[in-house]
């Protein structure tokens, strides 16, 4: 990590090398903590950093934050506005990824979420791609289970839970596959380590309902609603079987940091004809179209970072 990077810790802005936490900071040893993954997309065209979703990430950091009896120091305004100085401070001219992160402070022994000092933190720094996979992923169905809302909030992004991911995409890649998917506890198909799912079949897209404790990400919204609104697709949410997966027309997964992703084959079970299918490819190439801000039909998406700035002067 590149220590002159200017971040926002305890209330102002610093070089990432002069912010410090504590061995003894209870999230570090309980996991109490929450946060987010903003994506940023330079357009060349419009010599812009745009961030997409911002609004949409804070305020479900807000709603993460309040499971963990947190109590954010900004609203979701402020916050917006923070990140925008930051990544302008850091006079980013690339694509960039956002990390907001809530968490309990504290210096002592004692698990529990009461009486415990809450901070903030947010990084921005450069970021290409989390996936390098041009041929399509490789997964696998995990021996892990996701882990269910009744044992630890799963539908908000607390560090902790994130140990159910680790555990799940380690076992993938050592044993040869890219990426792991993980079934809930009643056997449907959940989501990935870091991902969404969606499954197309004659045509109409299936992603997994929410009580199958996914987390509902931002992008997957993003893509539901470009299916419907750009492409008259229908969307519906509801069970996956396993043996859904292996008899798709198309399988493709979202997330912030990934964007969208086909797989290319489950199990050794290749996936259509083991290529980007034409829906995967079109939600692809327009989603790409729409954080670049060449849409202006939905510009409201995305927050400008210079354009933002030079507007506040104003």
């Keep these: 990590m590149d220590g002159s990077l200017t971040i926002y810790a305890n209330g102002r802005f610093c070089r990432y090398d002069e912010a410090k936490i504590g061995l003894m900071t209870h999230a570090l040893h309980y996991g109490t903590g929450c946060f987010e993954g903003v994506r940023g997309f330079w357009s060349t065209r419009d010599e812009e950093l745009y961030l ?47 990390r907001p992160l809530m968490y309990k402070s504290n210096e002592e022994i004692g698990v529990r979420l009461h ?53 799940a995409k380690s076992e993938a890649v050592l044993n040869g596959y890219d990426e792991a998917i993980l079934l809930s506890a009643d056997g449907h198909v959940s989501e990935g380590s870091a991902e969404n799912i969606f499954i197309v079949k004659k045509g109409v897209i299936y992603t997994p309902d929410a009580s199958q404790n996914i987390l509902e990400g931002c992008t997957r919204k993003t893509l539901m609603t470009l299916a419907e609104a750009e492409f008259g697709l229908t969307v519906v949410e ?5 043996s859904e997966l292996f008899t798709a027309d198309e399988v493709f997964i979202s997330g912030s940091a990934a964007g969208l992703q086909f797989v290319r084959a489950v199990d050794h079970r290749v996936v259509g004809d083991g290529t980007q299918g034409p829906i995967a490819k079109k939600l692809a190439d327009l989603y790409d179209k729409v954080v670049r801000g060449a849409l202006p039909t939905y510009h409201g998406w995305l927050t400008r970072t210079y354009g933002s700035r030079k507007a506040a002067a104003v």
Excluded at 58 to 64: M, V
Excluded at 133 to 156: E, F, H, K, M
């Design 115 to 167: 009486d415990v000092r809450d901070a903030l933190a947010i990084v921005a720094m450069p970021f290409d791609r989390y996936f390098d996979a041009t041929a399509g992923l490789n997964c696998t169905v995990s021996a892990w289970r996701r882990i269910d809302d009744t044992t630890a909030p799963a539908r908000a992004k607390v560090t902790g839970v994130y140990i159910n991911s680790a555990l």
């Design 52 to 98: 997409f979703q911002l609004e949409d990430h804070y305020e479900r950091l807000h709603a993460s934050a309040k499971i963990l009896m947190m109590k954010v120091p900004h609203t979701v305004a402020e916050l917006v506005k923070i990140t925008t100085e930051l990544c302008a401070r850091n006079n980013f001219r690339g694509d960039v990824y956002v």
């Design 238 to 242: 509801r069970a996956i079987d396993r």
